[in-house]
């Protein structure tokens, strides 16, 4: 599959390698323009810049992502989907229209409670004892679009935001490279049903699954979901043979018991 990939921080490394390892086909790297560091105001690479560079992957590091420019450079590079982590610019309908199979995000949170900014910090503050990473389809609001998938990890009392942030990362690039774990089970050439193909993460708390989250049943057919659908079934493609083969190891992370679709 055809990927360009958006993202800035630490968080966003680990997904990139994930997808790099499991042989999608990076065409480019999207991410924030260097900044200077210390006093010698010397410019230093996003770390996601940093991972693009040693794939020998294409860098584009826009100032403003919705500029006419930006639209045109970002046609020049196939895509069959945009994975988005932390990338830092808000996206617009324009822009998430652009790929094939539309934009899939990676945050560092269970949804839909943590929406927007520093997710991770706000479940230590507010003292959680879960949380996890939610792989959701990409609308024009902040954090509103459909919830995919989730993988959770629990919260120690010796977590801090380094450790956490740490283990999110991994885990990040652990969500993505499954989520479409349960999608293979569904054929994505005959269902538009959300219910049909995603995680029913919001079971417990709603009673009900495949809701929205802003609450609306995500029942409706429409042509995105459908091509959602094929997007998650050509990524576990590439997937479920490793997460199949992952009894052998310690399966501490890919087993079914830890799937949160219960499969």
């Known amino acids: 599959m055809q990927i360009v990939f958006m993202g800035t921080p630490d968080f966003a490394v680990g997904a990139l390698e994930a997808l790099i390892a499991q042989g999608h086909e990076i065409t480019a790297v999207v991410t924030q323009p260097d900044k200077a560091k210390g006093r010698s105001g010397q410019l230093q690479f996003p770390p996601v810049k940093e991972c693009a560079v040693k794939h020998g992957i294409p860098v584009f590091q826009p100032r ?22 932390a990338f830092g610019q808000i996206l617009s309908q324009e822009i998430l229209d652009l790929p094939k199979y539309g934009c899939l995000n990676i945050h560092a949170s269970l949804l839909p409670k943590y929406r927007g900014a520093s997710p991770i910090q706000r479940v230590i503050i507010d003292g959680e004892t879960e949380t996890g990473v939610t792989i959701m389809q990409m609308n024009a609001g902040l954090d509103t679009g459909d919830m995919l998938y989730q993988k959770k990890i629990p919260i120690t009392s010796e977590d801090t935001f380094e450790t956490l942030h740490d ?58 979901t459908h091509s959602l659908a094929q997007c998650l079934h050509i990524l576990s493609r590439k997937t479920v043979k490793d997460l199949e083969g992952d009894s052998h190891g310690d399966g501490s992370q890919g087993s079914p018991g830890n799937d949160p679709c219960g499969k």
């Open 167 to 224: 283990k999110l990362m991994v885990l990040g690039g652990e969500a993505i490279t499954i989520a479409a774990l349960r999608s293979r089970k569904a054929d994505p050439g005959k269902t538009g049903r959300c219910e049909d193909l995603l995680c029913g993460i919001d079971h417990q708390r709603n009673g009900q699954t495949g809701l929205h989250q802003n609450g609306s049943r995500t029942g409706q057919t429409d042509q995105r």
């Open 64 to 85: 403003r992502i919705k500029t006419p420019e930006a639209m045109e450079e970002l046609k020049k590079y196939p895509a069959d989907v945009y994975i988005v982590a």
